[in-house]
């Protein structure tokens, strides 16, 4: 019988020692995943946020990173940005969603992307301020838009004696912009300002990253909504190891 009464204290301390040992790993594995999450995230939003010119918030998959520096699958990242510059735009939101993404550095190449979306804002202080900066200053005094038409209105000149409006739409896949109405006390308005606010619109509308395309565009009261979408994409090749350390840039948990 004693044998037996010793044997139980001897099995509880081996199970109690089994279970710290476990809960020691778990706390490793999560502090280390959690500690690396914060880098890879870190390291990618310093990335694209030289792609779209603003500070952008990076979420990751529910994949563990550990996992996926294994295995260099990335099921899927988000990007947050409020002020997005796409050409001379300004002020633009930007919700975006990557998928599918295979690391696989190449000389070529860093990996490829399954597919691709975004939604994006520009609102009408946005266009304001944009039209403003590139070329019209205080010439163009307010732009509002009109949802049930579609279009936009450019007020010109002090106490917007004169009006352009204009209709954005896409169209095989770009934005189109088309002059419906020009017109300064009932006289046409000068070809050059009413071409070019048409151009830096269109050029605004035209470039998004990861070779994604408009399929939709919507006025509502106060802004352009921009669906994007965006097929398989290869990825630019990583910078070299030397790059990568004059630039202090490098994922390299997941490159």
């Known amino acids: 019988m004693a044998a037996r009464t010793n044997s139980a204290p001897r099995s509880n301390r081996v199970l109690v020692i089994s ?16 500690f690396v999450r914060h880098r890879v995230k870190t390291c990618m939003a310093d990335q694209f946020e ?13 994949k563990p990173v550990l996992l996926q ?18 050409g001379p735009a300004q002020g633009m939101q930007v919700h975006a969603q990557v998928n599918d993404i295979r690391i696989e550095n ?19 202080a946005g266009i304001l301020a944009t039209l ?31 009006d352009l409006t204009v209709k954005p739409e896409v169209v095989n896949g770009t934005v189109k912009v088309d002059t419906v109405g ?4 009932g006289f046409g308005l000068p070809t050059d300002l009413v071409d070019g606010v048409v151009q830096i619109l269109t050029s605004s509308l035209q470039t998004y990253p990861l070779g994604m395309q408009p399929t939709a565009l919507k006025v509502t009261d106060d802004a352009i909504e921009i669906t994007l979408e965006g ?14 350390q004059e630039q202090q840039s490098s994922c390299g948990l997941l490159v």
């Open 132 to 162: 403003q900066q590139q070329a019209f200053g205080s010439l163009i005094s307010g732009v509002t838009a009109d949802s049930s038409a579609g279009t936009l209105k450019f007020s010109v000149g002090p106490a917007g004696l004169a």
């Open 106 to 124: 190449t000389a070529d190449s860093s990996g490829t992307i399954g597919s691709s979306d975004a939604d994006v804002t520009w609102s009408t």
């Open 50 to 62: 030289s792609q779209l010119g603003s500070q952008v918030d990076v979420g990751l998959s529910w």
């Open 19 to 34: 279970l710290v040992v476990i809960a020691a790993l778990v706390a490793v594995l999560v502090g280390g995943e959690l």
């Open 231 to 244: 097929g398989a994409y290869t990825m630019p090749a990583a910078p070299t190891q030397q790059q990568q």
């Open 69 to 86: 520096s294994i295995d260099k699958n990335v099921p899927y990242i988000t990007i947050d940005s409020d002020d997005t510059k796409f």
């Open 182 to 185: 020009a017109a300064i006390l």
